[in-house]
């Protein structure tokens, strides 16, 4: 049976860096115009309830790492009291026994992972079927099926004249078959070709400048280790304008945002990221 990912639930507020200190020649006062707004003034119960609402939505954060978990699968009650024992360092005796409420927790989230990677497949084949008969759905060798949003220019990758490690810069949007986003670039970005086979597959062969709909069957994608909301045996769509080739011999500069490199760990760095963003 597939194990579901230890997770540790662990929060914490990030720390502040002071820069631009240097002891030796402090730097002189800013003027006046260009110094920042004073922070509104906040009290005290307005503090608590803001801080409080970051932690425990973080600590939601990681706790949906757990595949398929939601919170009808613990006492809220004792959730609570944890992370007050927790807190103050101690531990309740009826709670020193947990490993036995472990395993049947474990072995629940599994059948659920299994139950949900089996849809997901089943769904993913339904509709690569159902796409590949509409009015301008083509489809490369790999199985991946793809729209011409616009068609570009002639130049393509060419791995005589790009290398073997060229860099690719675009924009993109990925979401679900039921139409949910789960990662898009606001600027553009460049990746190198280690990526899900499907979407390397599409850079191949796209023309620089265009802009396609490409429909990825999940074994050209991340197969059972979707990472975060994608899920196993996730298909996938993502909106793809390539915007250049970089030959292999001028490196990559890193993303300057909205991005990563889609392989499932940076993928979930990317996402953990964004959903830091929206909880400040």
């Not at 009290?43 to 609402?53: F, N």
């Not at 130049?155 to 490690?165: M, N, P, Q, S, T």
């Not at 796209?206 to 429909?215: L, R």
Request: glycine content about 8%; charged content about 30%; hydrophobic content about 35%.
């Amino acid at each position: 049976m597939k194990t579901i990912r230890k997770m540790m639930c662990a929060t914490a507020l990030a720390a502040v860096s002071l820069n631009g200190m240097a002891q030796d020649a402090p730097a002189a006062p800013a003027p006046e115009k260009e110094q920042k707004a004073e922070a509104p003034k906040l009290d005290d119960e307005t503090v608590k309830q803001r801080v409080g609402y970051f932690l425990g939505h973080r600590m939601g954060q990681q706790l949906a790492e757990i595949p398929t978990f939601n919170l009808d699968d613990v006492d809220s009650n004792a959730l609570l009291q944890g992370i007050k024992d927790g807190l103050n360092n101690k531990v309740d005796d009826k709670m020193k026994e947990v490993e036995p409420a472990l395993d049947i927790f474990r072995q629940r989230m599994d059948e659920r992972y299994e139950a949900k990677a089996e849809a997901n497949l089943e769904a993913g084949k339904k509709f690569m079927e159902e796409n590949a008969k509409k009015p301008g759905v083509k489809t490369l060798p790999s199985g991946v099926q793809y729209i011409v949003v616009k068609p570009g220019g002639d130049v393509k990758y060419d791995e005589k004249k790009d290398g073997d490690d060229p860099t690719f810069k675009l924009m993109y949007e990925g979401r679900l078959i039921d139409g949910t986003v789960f990662d898009k670039s606001e600027k553009p970005v460049e990746f190198k070709l280690q990526l899900i086979p499907g979407f390397t597959d599409a850079l191949k062969a796209m023309p620089v400048g265009a802009k396609w709909t490409v429909f990825i069957p999940s074994d050209l994608a991340y197969k059972e280790a979707g990472p975060g909301i994608i899920g196993p045996n996730s298909t996938l769509i993502f909106d793809i304008e390539l915007l250049e080739i970089i030959p292999g011999n001028s490196p990559a500069t890193p993303p300057t945002g909205g991005g990563q490199q889609i392989t499932p760990e940076m993928l979930q760095q990317l996402l953990e990221a964004q959903q830091q963003g929206a909880a400040k």
